[in-house]
């Protein structure tokens, strides 16, 4: 044993030693992990097989998803308390005394900025995209898609503006609830012209959620831990009550009236939701165009996303040029990946078209034809490699790491003019955290999203008859003599045919354009729902989507880590008074009845500044009464709802839910679930108060009692 010039004391042991002890800490953080995501992922696995009676699709994909998130998560987050986090608040505590106000707030502002493109929230969002019509939400679909940088750059430019503000709470000790009747009534009021903008009102719904996904594991740490620096400095010159609640809500508020701004902005330029046949028309082809990023990204997205009639006008309704296209795309891979932007897509394109020979041409045989068609259908399991993901994403996350350290570390010997503290432990959680993000994103695309998108898009079936593509079944040697025909009580002819699948002889209804002639297959898709009766939208199915949207909420927010800190915290500014369990149940009952309303808002496709304007109206008045503490709780608790774990999943469902609906976007779950347990807490808080005074007045009560008594 020795002291280090650090006065830290190092203990020597064997390798074997050091080995079962780095083992029992990994396997003590990596069960936290899974205590964080078991019991949501398994309550969506058992509501989709159990309840909707649905075939998990993917499985294997799924569960290796899974694994990469738990194991992302665990070394993201170690390098996040090894590395990004000692660094913040080193800076929070010496900036104050080295530099002047405007330097900290500079610095202040990159970190927000830079937090914000480390958010693995971020890469969920831009996932979103695929799912958004361009010609129903143009402005929308650009956003998520080729301007999503633009989106990102709108998220931390607010995140860093709140940090501004956040810093000069902690220096001044300013009070909450200012920012809260000033920026409040700016976000209703943008998001009531916003209301009225067709292009816009398509917005609100994403600007709102980003409210939820900048408070992540990245956001709040960093700006805690350098703001909690500075409060104890602050503290230290009787400024500050270093408390450190209420800059998780200015992180919340300052992004979504920054991405409203941006769409304010860009509007203008993006022409207003129309029809599919009037979006690929030949005079809206510049602007649709536009949106898609050139004219080759259009004619590619026309040819997986709508009909021979509407795309044939990009190509001046010529069908030779048409023919002529497509057998460019066939000689030329180049051509392909510019149109297309994957072989898969292309693949996916080409199966589903009636030219037998076109197809021949590109596979040179009806048996490898029939391959690529088994392959597409999902019938064998393609070319997978978790670590294909885990380099797909590497890049983007060391674009996201690798300049937020950098940053932080050249503040350290630029300005502070100081080494690093314990350099080779936050050397190593930067790897962590560099590692960690990219299996986490990659866990993401492949475990969170699929069962979020798969368990979203069969929700419907609770109320109403839907299609499942996933369970679609190849039949082989069909012809023409296999169709019979039935007549309908009012005089119509209906086609079918027997098929004998799983022991059973199943009447499928025939559709002429599932039946390919050059090869002799039909293709079936089976459908499902609804639960209860024949009736769409009947009240029983619908019942049970909502309250598997509460029960989804509830569950999520009890396994949050973060909500516990958070409850620890309030009990002990609450002296006891407001209990951890009594917060940690207000906010989950909260987040649950949020969820819900967001799921009804994508159902019944009610306008999301309706849903969101009263809560608010409401939280103005609750904040105007409630105590200071109070205040800063309740709104902060907002954002420790909204974890890594739960926004990819509700993000996820609710796009499912929309894309099977055909609704134009399937956002807002997270906003209302946002605002929910913020009225739940301070409303309990009040009630908490309430009682408190009058047990004290009880008290005093029965005190000059007894001193009357005696005297």
């Known amino acids: 044993m020795k002291a280090g010039k650090d006065q830290r004391v190092k203990y020597n042991v064997s390798a074997k030693e050091a080995f079962n002890l780095v083992l029992r800490y990994a396997r003590k953080r990596i069960l936290e992990q899974i205590k964080s995501v078991a019991l949501i992922i398994i309550y969506m696995v058992l509501f989709q097989v159990l309840v909707l009676k649905i075939p998990l699709y993917d499985s294997v994909l799924l569960g290796v998803g899974f694994t990469m998130v738990i194991f992302g998560l665990a070394f993201f987050m170690e390098g996040l308390l090894l590395g990004l986090m000692p660094l913040g608040e080193v800076l929070g505590i010496r900036l104050p005394a080295k530099t002047n106000l405007a330097t900290i707030l500079i610095i202040g502002f990159i970190l927000g900025v830079g937090a914000t493109f480390a958010e693995p929230a971020i890469g969920a969002l831009k996932m979103a995209g695929a799912s958004i019509n361009a010609w129903s939400s143009p402005l929308l679909f650009l956003f998520l898609n080729r301007f999503s940088h633009y989106l990102v750059y709108a998220i931390g430019v607010g995140v860093g503006f709140a940090m501004i503000f956040g810093i000069l709470r902690f220096l001044y000790g300013w009070s909450l609830k200012p920012f809260i009747y000033i920026c409040v009534p700016i976000l209703l009021a943008i998001s009531l012209y916003a209301y009225f903008d067709p292009n816009l009102n398509r917005l609100l719904g994403l600007a709102w959620d980003c409210g939820a996904i900048t408070t992540g594991p990245v956001t709040v740490p960093l700006i805690l831990a350098m703001g909690l620096g500075i409060s104890h400095v602050s503290k230290r010159s009787g400024k500050n009550d270093g408390s450190g609640f209420g800059v998780v809500t200015l992180a919340s508020l300052f992004p979504i009236m920054a991405v409203i701004i941006t769409g304010l902005a860009v509007s203008p330029k993006v022409q207003e939701p129309m029809s599919e046949k009037d979006f690929f028309a030949y005079e809206n082809k510049a602007n649709a ?78 048996a490898k034809m029939e391959q690529a068609l088994e392959r597409y259908n999902g019938k064998g399991m393609a070319d997978f490699n978790p670590l294909d993901k885990v380099k797909k994403h590497s890049r983007d996350a060391a674009q996201a790491i690798i300049p937020l350290s950098a940053f932080l570390i050249l503040v350290m010997f630029l300005v502070l003019r100081e080494r690093l503290p314990r350099a080779d ?287």
């Open 425 to 711: 432990e936050i050397i190593l959680g930067l790897v962590f955290a560099l590692l960690g993000m990219a299996i986490f994103s990659g866990g993401i695309e492949m475990g969170l999203a699929k069962i979020g998108d798969q368990v979203g898009a069969n929700l419907p079936a609770s109320y109403t008859r839907i299609e499942l593509p996933t369970e679609r079944i190849t039949i082989k040697g069909f012809s023409d003599d296999l169709v019979n025909e039935a007549i309908m009580p009012d005089g119509r002819i209906q086609q079918f045919f027997y098929f004998h699948h799983k022991d059973d002889y199943l009447r499928i209804p025939y559709q002429a354009d599932k039946h390919n002639r050059e090869l002799g297959i039909y293709e079936h898709i089976p459908s499902r729902g609804p639960l209860f009766g024949a009736t769409d939208m009947n009240l029983a199915g619908l019942l049970v989507v909502l309250l598997f949207a509460f029960v989804m909420g509830y569950g999520a927010t009890l396994a949050e880590p973060a909500l516990n800190a958070l409850g620890m915290a309030v009990e002990d500014i609450t002296v006891g008074t407001f209990k951890k369990k009594l917060l940690i149940q207000t906010v989950a009952v909260g987040v649950g009845f949020g969820i819900a309303l967001g799921m009804a808002k994508i159902i019944w496709e009610l306008p999301l500044f309706w849903m969101l304007a009263p809560p608010y109206l409401l939280l103005l008045f609750l904040s105007a009464i409630s105590s200071e503490d109070f205040v800063n709780i309740g709104w902060d608790s907002a954002g420790v709802t909204t974890g890594p774990i739960t926004v990819p999943l509700v993000l996820a469902l609710g796009l499912g839910v929309g894309s099977q609906l055909g609704v134009a976007e399937g956002f807002g779950i997270l906003s209302m679930a946002s605002v929910c347990p913020i009225i739940s807490v301070l409303t309990v808080g009040l009630v908490t108060n309430y009682r408190r005074k009058a047990a004290l007045r009880a008290f005093a009560r029965e005190e000059s009692t007894a001193l009357g008594v005696e005297s």
């Open 289 to 366: 165009s536009f949106i898609l990023g050139g004219e080759d990204k259009l004619k590619g997205y026309a040819l997986c996303q709508t009909t021979y009639d509407n795309y044939l006008p990009l190509f001046a309704n010529d069908e030779a040029q048409y023919q002529e296209f497509c057998n460019s795309l066939v000689r030329d891979k180049d051509k392909r990946l510019q149109v297309f932007g994957s072989e898969n897509v292309f693949e996916g394109w080409l199966l589903a078209q009636e030219d037998h020979d076109l197809k021949l041409r590109y596979y040179g045989s009806d």
